[in-house]
């Protein structure tokens, strides 16, 4: 079946620093990649996406890269800030099977002034 | 446009009571579903529907039932509730895009409590 692991948290960092939050999958097929972000009392938003392989998905200095070889996708910013502070879920969908969301379990981010 | 609302946003049951989540979407999508969301867990799929009179089962249905009478509306029911559905319930909904994939959106939640 398909499964997103992503690296545990809290991730504290201070503000301006970098980011990285790991993400590797199994999945059937040929999935899209996904990550969501969640500030504190609110739903998920669609950060990023990426549908095949190589691609880049970005927004808001965000940024990842579908890694077919490695499968992974992996969350990179360069600079931090205190807003950037919520919980980050990478997801996937199997172009086989359900048209439905699996999600790892999140990572929380917290950016210190 | 409203998106994806979903109605109580916080909720408390007793054991054994029975109560109906409601969702709906403006945005004419054809995929409706239901997730929980437990704390390291990330979410997990409980139903889904892909249109009008079709739905099928998640990950972890158990106790949960739905229904899809009208594309917009996709309430869960909870038949008799049980301290191990304590969490926070979202609805999210999506459409097929031609060429690309499908982006789900999610609604703002239900944050349920059973006693």
């Known amino acids: 079946g398909n499964s997103v692991t992503q690296m545990e948290g809290p991730v504290t960092l201070s503000e301006e620093a970098f980011l990285t939050i790991n993400c590797t999958y199994t999945a059937t097929g040929y999935p899209s990649l996904f990550w969501y972000v969640q500030y504190p009392g609110e739903g998920l938003q669609l950060l990023l996406k990426?549908?095949?392989?190589?691609d880049k998905g970005s927004n808001k200095g965000f940024e990842a890269t579908y890694r077919k070889e490695t499968t992974s996708f992996h969350l990179e910013k360069g600079s931090v800030q205190v807003s950037d502070s919520a919980v980050y879920f990478c997801?996937?969908?199997?172009?086989?099977?359900?048209?439905?969301?699996?999600f790892g379990s999140g990572t929380r981010l917290q950016v210190q002034p | 446009n409203a998106g994806v609302t979903q109605t109580p946003k916080f909720q408390v049951l007793k054991t054994g009571q029975s109560m109906t989540l409601q969702c709906a979407q403006d945005?004419?999508?054809?995929?409706m579903s239901w997730y929980r969301q437990d704390p390291g867990m990330g979410l997990r799929l409980i139903h889904y529907?892909?249109?009008?009179?079709?739905?099928d089962q998640g990950e972890v249905p158990n106790g949960y039932n739905v229904s899809r009478s009208t594309t917009e509306d996709f309430p869960l029911r909870l038949l008799s509730a049980a301290p191990s559905q304590t969490s926070v319930y979202f609805c999210a909904s999506s459409v097929r895009q031609v060429g690309s994939t499908d982006t789900q959106y999610f609604g703002p939640g239900t944050r349920l409590t059973v006693l």
């Open positions: 997801a996937l969908i199997s172009n086989t099977g359900r048209r439905a969301l699996t």
């Open positions: 529907s892909v249109g009008a009179g079709i739905t």
């Open positions: 990426a549908t095949k392989a190589d």
């Open positions: 945005m004419n999508h054809e995929y």
